[in-house]
């Protein structure tokens, strides 16, 4: 049976939100959200968050990561060795390939007992050659070295790598179970100051009003203050993408609780 206009002007004027009402509201999503922050700073001061040093930071993953280091470093020094010994080299073939020039008959057999090169040149030219037979000597050995440094580093990494990767995935899972626990305790802590602030709020506004104020009628105004303090602490624990996933949830449930009205369609086969 259809209410009468009467009944329907009185809920509507029941109904209706007052801005003391809206300003009250919004004081308590204020004050939820303050009480949210300090009992999130106080789960913190009593638990600390997870972090990767505790994780990489045993025994095992830490000795293998300073033998790579080590082993890293001594390639870099070695490559770099092999550098110097090469313009060095470069450096001898120039002043050999100089004093050739100069003196087209040095390190050739002698023909005749007179001396025709300088005794000084000739010791150049020895110590030139000298430190060049060296440099191919200091090559020969640093290359094998190098491949061998090469080669150890990388067995080093592989095993390294497995005990890298587990960890990697048991820190951010006891991250992600810290910051979940968090923000439990943040919300769930402060809710029943909240609502029973909020019931506080409604019973004094009815008793001034002397009727059933809005705030106290239903339970939209309490979802009200619930999802506002949960789309704000997402945000604070878990930034945009936690704040917009609140924010998801809580439309997909509203569209569940929407009464639809029925189609153009349906109505007209109504009628007939």
Request: aromatic letters at 8%; a positive charge.
């Amino acid at each position: 049976m259809a209410e009468s206009p009467a009944k329907q002007t009185s809920d509507k004027k029941q109904l209706a939100a007052s801005g003391a009402e809206v300003i009250f509201l919004l004081f308590l999503v204020a004050f939820g959200m303050g009480l949210c922050i300090w009992a999130d700073r106080a789960f913190s001061l009593f638990y600390k968050e997870p972090t990767e040093q505790e994780f990489f930071g045993t025994a095992g993953i830490k000795e293998k990561q300073e033998k790579l280091t080590r082993l890293e470093n001594a390639i870099k020094e070695a490559e770099k060795q092999l550098d110097t010994v090469a313009l060095d080299r470069l450096k001898q073939s120039a002043t050999l390939k100089s004093i050739e020039n100069l003196h087209p008959e040095i390190g050739k057999p002698r023909q005749g007992t007179a001396a025709t090169i300088p005794a000084e040149v000739e010791k150049s030219y020895d110590d030139a050659r000298l430190q060049q037979l060296a440099a191919d000597e200091y090559t020969a050995l640093l290359n094998p070295r190098i491949t061998t440094l090469r080669k150890e580093a990388q067995e080093t990494a592989q095993t390294l790598e497995p005990e890298k990767q587990a960890a990697t995935k048991e820190f951010t899972r006891r991250r992600r179970v810290y910051l979940l626990e968090k923000f439990a305790v943040s919300f769930l802590l402060p809710l029943p100051v909240v609502l029973l602030a909020l019931f506080a709020g409604a019973g004094l506004f009815n008793r001034i009003a002397k009727r059933q104020v809005w705030i106290s009628h239903g339970k939209l105004p309490a979802l009200l203050v619930l999802s506002a303090l949960l789309v704000l602490l997402a945000y604070q624990a878990f930034e945009i993408a936690g704040a917009v996933f609140i924010v998801l949830i809580l439309f997909l449930i509203v569209l569940r609780k929407i009464n639809w009205s029925p189609t153009v369609g349906e109505k007209e086969t109504e009628r007939q």
